[in-house]
Structure formats: C-alpha cells, structure tokens
C-alpha cells in the first residue's frame, strides 16, 4: 500500500500551469527524490502537498485517506511535515522553543492545564522538552538549546529546520532543499542522517533537491518534473539515462544550439 | 564578597528613600527613589528569596504606609498598577501575536462601561424596576464578568479582522476604538444607555468586606485614606495575577505557538499551529485583562465619561509595550511604570520647580549677555504644557537608539 497518493494534480496561477496533472506514488521505508529545473514546479507540489495551496483538480491521498480542502496544521497533524527552502524558522526564539512549536499538534493541555499549571500539564510539558532534547541531540545541535535560532549558522539551521519539522512525529518527512548552500562533508552527513530516520523516525522521506550526488546517493526513487510536468520516474541510474530528463536539464539537442537560438 | 553585600546595600537603599520620603511628603525625588528601589532588585545580582522578600516588603508594607503619609503617592502607584496591567494586556497582542493593536482602549472602555452603567443609578433609565445602582457586592461579580464580556468581544473583532495583516489589521483596530467611543458618547437617545459626553456618576466603589476585620482589630482608618489603600491593594493583585497569568501562558505550548505566529505564519501553521484559533485567544486575553482592568478603574473614579478613552491612550499604552520592550513581562512593566511617572511626577514636578523659580523673583544671569528675571517666564514655558513633546522626544530617541525597548525579552529566557 502506497503511503502518499497523488493523482493528477493540476495547479494555475492565472495564465500560469505551474503544475499539470502530477501524479506519483510514495511507498513506506523509502527515499524519493523530486528533482527539475528551476522553475519546474517542485516547490509548488509541496505547498499543495501540505495545504498552502489548493490544488485546481485532482486528488491526494494520505494512507488513504484524502488531504483535500485541509488546512496546513490539519495536515500536519495527520502525519506530513516539511522544511522550506528559503529558511522558515522563528529567529527571536530558542533552539529549544523551536522544536517545541513542532510538537504543538501533540500537545494535548488545554488552557485551563496551563492556567493552573496542572499535574497533566507538566508531565507533558516535560515529555515534550525531552523529545525536543532528543531531537536536538540527534540533528548535532546539542549545547545550543538556548540560543536564538538566527544565532545558528546556515548549516545548523537547516539541520534545526529537520529537528522542528521531525517534532511534530511525522510519517512523511517533506524536506526542500536540505543541503543547499552546504560543503560536500556536511551534505554527506546529512545524507546518513535521511538514511538513519527512515524506518526509525518516519516512514518515508521525499526530498527536493539540486545536488546530484545527493539525490543519485540516496534516492530509492526519482521523480523527475519539468514546466509542471511530470516526465520521468524510476530508479536514479534510470533516469539519468533518461533522454527526456537530459533534454530537459540541457535543453534540445546541444545547449551550444540553443544559445544560439 | 559582593554577593553578600549586595542584599544589605538594598536594604540600606530602600530604608535610607523610605526615610526620605517619610520626611519630606512633598518631594517628588524622595518618592522617585523608592519606586527606583523596584528596579534595582529587578537588576541585582541577590537570590531570588531575597528579591521576593524586599519587592514584597516595597509593595505591601511600604508604599502603602508612605501612601498614608502623602495620599497622592498612593494615586499615582494606583494609576502606574493599572497601566502596568493594560500594558502586560496589550503586550499579549502586540509583543506575542505580533499583531498590531492601536485600539486597545475600547476592551477598557467596555469594562468600565459595563460596571459604571450598572453600579449607578444610570440602568434605571432603561430598566425599570429602581434595581439600580446595583450593591456593592456585585463589584467582584462584574469584575469576572468583564472578564467573560472582554474575551467575547476581543474573539468578536478577532473573527472579522484577523483576516486582514500588518497595517490593515492597526486600521481596523483603529476605527473599532473609535466607533466604541463614538457609541458610548451618543447613546443617550432615544435610550439613555450611557448618558453620552455628559458621562456616569456616582459609580459604586467595592465592597468594605473586611471591615468587620478590621474593628476587630481595633483599626481605626477614616473611610477616605481606607479607599485609596483598597484600591491600591486590589490593583496589586490585579497585576499580580496578570503577570502570573501571562507567564504561565507564556511558557506553554500557546505561548509559543503566539511568538511562532509573530515569527513566521507561514512556519507556523506548518508545524500544526493553528493561526487563527491562537490569534483568537491572544485578541480575547489581551481584551479580558482590559476589560477587567475597566471596572476596576470606573469603580476608582466614581466617575467616568468617554474623554477617558480617546486613541491617545491607546497610543500612550502602546508606547509603553514598545519602550519596555515588545515581547517582554518586565519590560511591558517597567514601560508602564517609567511613562506613567514621567507624565504624573517628573514632568509635573518640574513644572512646580519652574513655578516656584518664577514665584522667588530669581535672574538668571548669563556671564557676558546679561540677566533674565525669572518671574517674566512665559506661562507657556511649563513641562506640563509641553509634557506630549517631551514624551515624543523620548520616543523618537529611543527608536533611535534603542529599538529593541529597555527590557528586551533575553536569549535562553525559555529555559
């Protein structure tokens, strides 16, 4: 049974077809990658995926269950987060904090738990701080708890970015981007780290990603997007040798041609 | 060395400005000097028993015993206590949600409307019956019910606006202040409901149920020094119960999910923060502190009418949240404290200064221009006049210099 589901997903913006028609399939305990050129709709296909966007047709479907017309935090709570590719974090708050805002769907106090500071308040206030520990731990950014996020390097705030989004105890793990703008060293151990979540912390991992070494490293599976749409899928060695995807990232024929065109 | 003695330097501190202020009741600068007490616990480095120990002792034994002395020292700590409160309030909306409130006065007209219409004769003009005003005993009734009434119309105005962002949303909030004010000055006909500008009198104070206790004692305190010591009491625990009240929040999932939504939207409602809901409560917080703080102030004022509530008080209180420190309980405190001295003792005090300088005939003598008798000043030359200009002035040197407000909230405050 497929995890996520997404069938013929179309999206407009005005006269522009940002999406046409998507569809792919996302089995548990595997790596995908979505890969295009710039502009080609990826992005695009994770703010409709997690609700910032509504798709003009077609439907997706969670563990079988459909994600249409659900807001943001609805979906979140139903198992799918992500991380962004222009960093979304909240600078003017901790480390710490910023995970614990992942784990606000979990939470489950109520306002009167947290006016007279009950007994079920503090179990899972505590609870909570420790996972956020762990997390933190797990992501390499122990000893920095207390910090403003805009305090981390670029690095460490992409790597923070996972831990917030892994808080939130997701099946699926959307990360956009993750190793942009990182030396190969530190793409190599976030590399291992996608390796050692699936399975443990989530079920699958579907990233967007420009860094071919990533993405032929660690993918199970590429999806290839071009203009909105979707012109190949498969295993990394196959659609390398895809003539559509290296038309697609070089253009007809020689890119010589078409500089000259 | 220095930690043992700075709790003793505190303490000599605090006897030497009480002294002061006992012997000279009519010094502003005595008075200032106990007040600056509080602020410098805040900023000691002394445990946090000996902090709560003194601040208590400042609070509750001796500004109440110097109010005494010098019954306007209890009216300005009673109206620095209720802008200390509609600030920590504002602060909730403005400094966690991060929205932009500039009509934050209309929740505390509504709170104090609700007491002064029914603690005074004023309902039997659209009652019937002679019920009114109703017994001081419903004083503290109303004061939960402002409590309820100011969550509901915060979410009330939250479900239309907070749709609208940034500067729309200040537009909106704007003209709801404005249209409450304009309501509560022309709703005398065709049913007198808040006898317009001419405003409501003889408003209820709040009931002397200790006064059994006290006979008991055998204290003798004339009704009119007891009032003013109730009404600084119960603004005490008023601000005290904000203050825990906002803490609490803000060290909850809510709190945090309010400094997200101020952060980054968008982050936020990915994380499964739900934005409209927690904006909802942040408005209806922040408006139930208002309103509370409303009756509580009609009740102290015997009498109020709608000059109380014009935008300048929104501003001057969303002034205080930005000088303070937006985001930050000490700093929205310590904004209230700082703007309400400067406009009720320093500014005036200055002014009494100039005054008594004009009144002794003295020249002031410039070295090579000449001398200016003092007492041709003009009329216009007192702080009181200009007291807006000076407060601008503060403003725009703070925006300048100091953005951030005095007491920013501090990295690694989340523990």
Redesign the interface.
Known sequence: MALLELKNISKRFGGLQALTRVSMELDEGVIASLIGPNGAGKTTLFNTL?G?YRPDEGEILFQNRSLLGL???QI??AGI??T?QNI???????V??NV????????K?N?AD??I?SKR?HTQ?ND?RRKAQELIELTGLSGRE???AQ?LSYGEQRRLEIA??L??EPQLLLLDEPTAGMNSSEARSLMALFKELVGRHVKAILLIEHNMRVVMGISDCVHVLDYGEKIAEGHPDQVRQDPRVIEAYLGPGSWIERAQG | MMASLAPLGLCAYIAASCLLAFYFPQSVLAFLLVEASLLLLYYMPVAARVKIFLGALVLLVLVPFLGSVNGYYLEVAIQIGIYVALALGLNIVVGFVGLLNLGFVAFYAIGAYLWAVFGSPQANAFIAGGLFPLSANWFFAFLLLSIVVGALTGVLLGLPVLRVRGDYLAVVTLGFAEVVRALVNNLDKPINLTNGPRGISPISKPPLFFQPVLEFLGLQIPVAKLYPLYFYFLVLLMVFVIIL?TR??EN???G??W??IR??E??????????VRMKL?GFAVGASFACAVGVLFAAKQVFINPESFTFMESIGVLAMVILGGM?SIPGAVLGATGVTILNLQLLKGLSLWLNGLRQSGAELVIPLVGSYPLSQLPAQFEPAKYERMVFGLILILMMIFRPQGILP?R??S??
């Open positions: 997690t910032l807001k943001p935090e979140t709570g987060s992500r962004f979304r974090l909240f600078s003017h708050m901790s710490l904090e614990l805002v992942g784990r606000h769907a979990r939470l106090t306002l947290i006016l500071s308040f206030e909570a207390h910090e403003w305090q917030r989004a808080a939130a | 009240v609490r929040l909850s999932r809510v945090r999910a400094k997200a952060e980054d968008i982050a936020a409602s990915a994380m499964g923060v739900p934005v409560l985001g909230p990295q690694g989340g523990k």
